[in-house]
Nanobody
Framework: QVQPVESGGGLVQAGGSLRLSCAAS????????MGWFRQAPGKEREFVAAINWSGSWTYYADSVKGRFSISRDNVKNMVYLQMNSLKPEDTAVYYCNAGSGRSWTPRPPSDFASWGQGTQVTVSS
């Protein structure tokens, strides 16, 4: 079981950058793909990016492609989301979560059994 704890959010101006971190406890961390999601006020939680167990494969939502980069460090049990060229519409609470196996299988956020507290990202215009 992987338990995620997100950090690194904050307030940034449009065009700026932030790096989010996800500390994933559990000795089987490197057996799971990991994903980032976000939830803006009044909106449903949505997929942002995913990475497979080894870091050799990544996938992004169209809205962040070319601006965000997901990576992982299996020695430190960490997943990162580098966010560049931030826009006000990126404002949301960001969450990470583990997939069901080594490869990422797309599934709706409602399918995940639990979530961490997330980290708030606010982008001012």
């Amino acid at each position: 079981q992987v338990q995620p704890v997100e950090s690194g959010g904050g307030l940034v101006q449009a065009g700026g950058s932030l790096r989010l971190s996800c500390a994933a406890s559990g000795r089987t961390f490197n057996s799971y793909a990991m994903g980032w999601f976000r939830q803006a006020p009044g909106k449903e939680r949505e997929f942002v990016a995913a990475i497979n167990w080894s870091g050799s494969w990544t996938y992004y939502a169209d809205s962040v492609k070319g601006r965000f980069s997901i990576s992982r460090d299996n020695v430190k049990n960490m997943v990162y989301l580098q966010m560049n060229s931030l826009k006000p519409e990126d404002t949301a609470v960001y969450y990470c979560n583990a997939g069901s196996g080594r490869s990422w299988t797309p599934r709706p956020p409602s399918d995940f059994a639990s979530w961490g507290q997330g980290t708030q990202v606010t982008v001012s215009s």
